[in-house]
Structure formats: structure tokens, C-alpha cells
């Protein structure tokens, strides 16, 4: 259901108070990749092959502010992401794009300026 209510975030018929939600539950699932499942179940060989730095180093309790995600935008780049965790990177990619708070790192290195 949440992945409807992201595709239709910005039509004009959008409710503001759970566009805001929405957005608040997108920051919070590109905050740890452990709570969006679709990007889970998509990029699940992906993530120990191209991250397990990132997994190793961190607590099972603790947040990981974009790491994960971040890491698999670099594989993204490089063109080295299984097809399916692919269109997620690319979906989360898009949506940062239009708005800044969906990016944990940028957020996190740029929040003074």
C-alpha cells in the first residue's frame, strides 16, 4: 500500500497531511534499508556482497542514516546491481532527486549549511 501511496504523493488530490506522512515514512525507510522491505527483498544478494563493511561494522540496534543505501547508489553507478535492487536504487534515487530530506548522507553532511 505504500509503495501506491509513493507512486501518488504529488497529484493534486493527495491529501497535505499524508503526503506528509508519506515523506516522513520514506525518510525513515532510506534511513535503514532493514525497514523497507521491497528495497530489502530486492537487493538482498546485493547488500553482504556490496556492503558487508557497513553491516559488519554496525549494531543490530542501531540506525545505519543512509549507509547501505548510499553504498548501492555507488554500485549503481558502476552499473554492478542486480536488476531488480536496481529499479529500487533508481526509484530512491528519483524520489531524492525532488526532495533532499530522503537522502540520510546529504541531510547528515549538509544539515549546517
Do not use: W
Amino acid at each position: 500500500m505504500l509503495q501506491c501511496l509513493k507512486q501518488n504523493k504529488n497529484s493534486e488530490l493527495m491529501d497535505p497531511k499524508c503526503k506528509q506522512m508519506i515523506t516522513k515514512r520514506q525518510i525513515t525507510q532510506n534511513t535503514d534499508y532493514r525497514l523497507n522491505p521491497v528495497l530489502r527483498k530486492a537487493c538482498k544478494a546485493d547488500i553482504p556482497k556490496f556492503c558487508h563493511g557497513i553491516l559488519s561494522k554496525a549494531k543490530d540496534d542501531s540506525e545505519l542514516e543512509g549507509q547501505v543505501i548510499s553504498c548501492l547508489k555507488l554500485r549503481y553507478a558502476d552499473q554492478r546491481l542486480s536488476s531488480d535492487c536496481e529499479d529500487q536504487i533508481r526509484i530512491i534515487i528519483q524520489e531524492s532527486a525532488l526532495d533532499y530530506r530522503l537522502d540520510p548522507q546529504l541531510q547528515l553532511h549538509c544539515s549546517d549549511e
